[in-house]
């Protein structure tokens, strides 16, 4: 927000005459403000000392506006501070609609985009320390707003600043910085000084927040959005963050192999403009060992700066050499690896080792984050131009490949899923339209109603990259040899892992489009008149619904198989809610806010059912900081699903009690993590998903006690009580690998051991062919794209007794390749994916795909909820 401020008369006449320099001396240094340097050995300012220095330089300087750009998962206020001259912060509004106007060539011509170039300013943003533990930026950027108000920098300030709006958001993570710098002082001088958190980083995502950037899961990943998108429509973005700690001492652009094809090739080349001045500026300041062109790629569009090139915004992100928080550490030269011991023109000026300081850290930074302003002021024109340039291509040019257009039918499986997936969009900034009347469009017959997302828009790439299937180039080490893996995904087609139909089309069609607004939300028709009503199986929400009226202690059957009800065709495993009072009570408000229909029946006798009881739900979270278990508590939330936190004591009991599992839970989930982590066999295992170099060194440091080990073999001996009097163990992904190594369950994967050079499929989506008529296939496709992410192939056996098993997904002989990259398919066909395996009384569900990726692949939720809404049977 904007604050209201005094501004005396002779400052007033210091800006009418240009001469405005601020009232230097009453500015305190952040030093001064926080009693000690910043970056200092062993000092950390935490989220409430920065955003108190950036109050205060906001009362004290009439160069800096500070705005509140949203709030965390922990309701801390994301705060973010605009940078240039009084005379510009006294225009921000003019600046907005300029870049406003350059973002739509449409209704903006090029004789008026020149001249807006010449008037408008530059808009940059510096965001920090999204990952809290690579904590250096959000410290540097106390000093560096400093320096700008004062200027203290290698450029004429007053000069730069007069084409320039800085944004910066000193933290996009406030909840994981203060996290963080608790942890730190607490063990501050002990053995585990500098070591890393038993828990995650932020409430759900941890190092995943950096994944978000599509789909806009999290509310700090929204803020940024907004500021990028929709508010201020920054030219250039960095986004600074920390690597590990024996190779370069900073990573800037230009990226590496392979670029994403449907970017603009002035995106690369502003990329590399601004990433080179940073190169230049920092060895022009004796900052060696700066590395370009290795370890990131211009491929993967889920990270923060990332998704800006996707919109035509030059995305730079800064990865700096790591220390152990605020630790100093020492690199002996010989512990330097010889890629980065050695000249090379990619790293031109190598680091020769030492002492490696926090302090070190925040001066490539500092030194990088003005050279990008700097650029940004002797381009300033050319950028604001560029931007409209890239924009009118957006429009107008049309790209090898591109589609005329996404169709989204109005009839779909999962419509409030549908309707989930026009936000991600309308999020993003895509242009959707809706269909008036009926229309034929590449040859198929679409309802009144249908959506459509034209490529021919600003954001083209954006929507035509999230929309359409990938196909990752095969990239080798050398000719015939091992795949260079991509970053992160390969694929993230938003469709199929939402399980929404969506066309491409490739010939442009006629219809009649209305541009929407918000996203249309249809009236929840008045319902739930009659004694019971059914709920779609295939729709996520039902789900939602039945668990929130379960939990009231609502009558509720599963139907058994396919059946007609009232003319509609339903698929097995719908609900069926008897109407009481009660439910009668709740259902408006939970209909509308899940935007679902139910369909009312009176005589349910002749229906196939079973009754299913509401789950008291166990989640497994281990010490290990487990990112795919902080996105199944995501998942759980979000549909309002309530469950209790399992931590290594309430599995494995103490010395003095023993738990019974049984007699307080239903389900107990294991989230995607090795065997070895969940036993605690292997302290410095790595859990689920992709982690920082840095995650790994502080996994070499010692916890402190408590967090260390597993819930060994005590509780492995729980869970195997709790299975046996009825209990199901949910195992998601690689936890498949623990329920087969110390449960015994039937199956066994045979990618185990297979070398690299033959199967590879670095994060995919992959057909795979369900049996939607037993209980864990209910509601879904009986084809279904999932997300294959260090995932399993299994094959089933005739078990001994006391076991059954029922393969409920399995890959199909060919074809399995849906949108990314799939070496060795053979490798997969064939084999189950998803097992329902029987013990005793109890159930061992094996989901060996990432169904509830990230809190993306919507489309197989179905399988971790049929896991918990499992009918009597
Ligand atoms: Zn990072």
């Not at 690597?243 to 900073?250: D, I, N, P, V």
């Not at 992160?488 to 541009?515: H, R, S, Y």
């Amino acid at each position: 927000m904007k604050r209201s401020r005094l501004i005396v008369p002779m400052a007033l006449a210091l800006i009418a005459l240009g001469l405005a320099a601020g009232p230097a001396a009453a500015q305190t240094p952040p030093d001064k403000f926080l009693g000690h340097k910043v970056g200092e050995d062993r000092k950390l300012a935490d989220y409430a000392q920065i955003k108190a220095y950036f109050e205060k330089l906001d009362q004290e300087s009439n160069k800096l506006q500070l705005f509140t750009i949203g709030e965390s998962v922990l309701k801390k206020p994301i705060i973010m501070a605009a940078i240039s001259t009084p005379e510009n912060l006294a225009k921000l509004d003019r600046w907005k609609e300029i870049t406003h106007k350059l973002r739509d060539p449409r209704t903006t011509p090029v004789d008026e985009a020149r001249k807006l170039a010449k008037e408008g300013k530059a808009v940059v943003l510096i965001t920090c320390s999204l990952h809290a533990t690579e904590i250096a930026a959000s410290q540097m950027a106390m000093e560096l707003a400093y320096d700008l108000v004062t200027g203290k920098t290698f450029f004429d300030a007053g000069k730069i600043l007069a084409d320039v709006i800085v944004l910066l958001v000193p933290s996009h993570n406030p909840d994981g910085n203060q996290m963080v710098v608790d942890w730190y002082e607490k063990y501050v001088g002990t053995e585990f000084e500098g070591g890393g958190m038993p828990w995650l980083y932020h409430h759900y995502a941890g190092h995943d927040n950096n994944r978000d950037w599509y789909m806009f899961n999290l509310p700090e990943t929204r803020a940024v959005t907004k500021v990028l998108y929709h508010d201020w429509l920054p030219q250039i973005h960095v986004d600074e963050h920390q690597m590990g700690s024996t190779g370069a001492r900073l990573f800037v652009p230009p990226f590496m192999d392979p670029p994403l094809p449907n970017i603009q090739p002035s995106v690369w080349r502003g990329v590399n403009l601004v990433g080179t001045g940073m190169s230049y500026d920092l060895q022009k300041h004796g900052l060696s060992g700066v590395v370009n062109g290795r370890s990131y790629t211009a491929w993967w569009i889920g990270a923060c700066d990332d998704t800006s090139w996707l919109h035509n915004v030059i995305g730079i992100l800064s990865e700096a050499a790591s220390v152990r928080t605020a630790t100093p550490i020492h690199i002996e030269p010989n512990e330097i690896p010889t890629s980065y011991a050695v000249k090379r023109m990619d790293f031109i000026d190598p680091w020769p080792g030492g002492w490696w300081r926090l302090r070190d850290i925040v001066d490539y930074e500092l030194v990088l984050s003005k050279s990008m302003i700097k650029t940004a002021g002797l381009h300033k024109e050319d950028l604001l131009f560029n931007f409209y340039q890239m924009n009118k291509n957006s429009v107008e040019k049309t790209d090898k490949g591109q589609p005329y257009a996404f169709v989204i039918p109005a009839l779909q499986r999962d419509y409030p899923t549908m309707l989930k997936m026009l936000e991600v969009l309308k999020m993003g900034g895509v242009e959707i339209h809706q269909t008036k009347a009926d229309f034929i469009a590449g040859g198929r017959f679409y309802n009144a109603g249908s959506f459509v997302v034209k490529t021919a828009q600003p954001y083209k790439t954006f929507a035509w990259s999230l929309l359409e299937k990938q196909k990752y180039p095969d990239m080798r080490q050398y000719p015939g040899g091992p795949p260079v893996p991509p970053y992160d995904n390969a694929a993230w087609t938003l469709p199929l892992q939402m399980g929404v139909l969506c066309d491409e089309i490739e010939e442009p069609f006629e219809a009649k489009l209305e541009k929407i607004g918000a996203v249309p939300y249809p009236k929840v028709p008045a319902q739930g008149k009659s004694d019971y009503f059914v709920l779609d199986s295939r729709v996520n929400a039902s789900y939602a619904l039945a668990m929130a009226l379960l939990k009231d202690g609502a009558e509720v059957w599963r139907t058994k198989t396919r059946t007609t009800v009232k003319g509609h065709d339903l698929q097995a495993g719908c609900f069926v809610v008897k109407n009481t009072a009660a439910v009668k009570k709740a259902l408006p408000a939970l209909a509308e806010k899940l935007n679902l229909a139910v369909l009312d029946v009176d005589d349910v006798s002749a229906l196939p059912k079973a009754p299913v009881k509401f789950p008291r739900i166990g989640l497994f979270q281990s010490w290990r900081g487990n990112m795919d278990e902080g996105w199944t508590r995501y998942v759980l939330d979000d549909m309002g699903i309530p469950y209790k936190t399992l931590h290594n004591a309430d599995i494995k009991g103490t010395k003095e009690k023993k738990p019974d599992l049984r007699a307080e839970f239903d389900v107990i989930i294991f989230a995607d993590e090795a065997a070895n982590t969940i036993k605690g066999t292997r302290p410095g295992a790595t859990p689920g998903g992709a982690e920082s170099a840095m995650g790994r060194m502080f996994r070499q440091s010692p916890m402190p006690p408590e967090y260390e080990g597993g819930i060994g073999q005590e509780g492995v001996d729980a869970l195997k009580a709790f299975v046996e009097k009825g209990g199901r163990m949910v195992a998601l992904n690689r936890a498949v690998e623990f329920a087969i190594s110390d449960f015994s369950a039937p199956a066994r994967n045979t990618l185990t051991g297979v070398d690299r050079t033959k199967f590879f499929c670095p994060t995919s989506i992959l057909r795979l062919l369900v049996d939607n008529e037993t209980p864990i296939g209910y509601g879904l496709p009986k084809e279904a794209p999932t997300m294959f992410v260090n995932s399993l192939a299994l094959d089933t056996f005739s078990p001994p007794y006391g076991w059954d098993r029922k393969v409920v997904a399995a890959y199909p002989e060919d074809e399995i390749l849906m949108s990314g990259w799939l070496l060795g398919e053979e490798y997969l066909a064939r084999k189950a994916a998803v097992v329902d395996t029987k013990w005793k009384d109890g159930r061992i569900i094996l989901i060996g795909v990432r169904c509830q990726s990230r809190a993306q692949s919507h489309g197989t939720y179905k399988f971790l909820l049929n896991a918990l809404l499992y009918p009597e049977m």
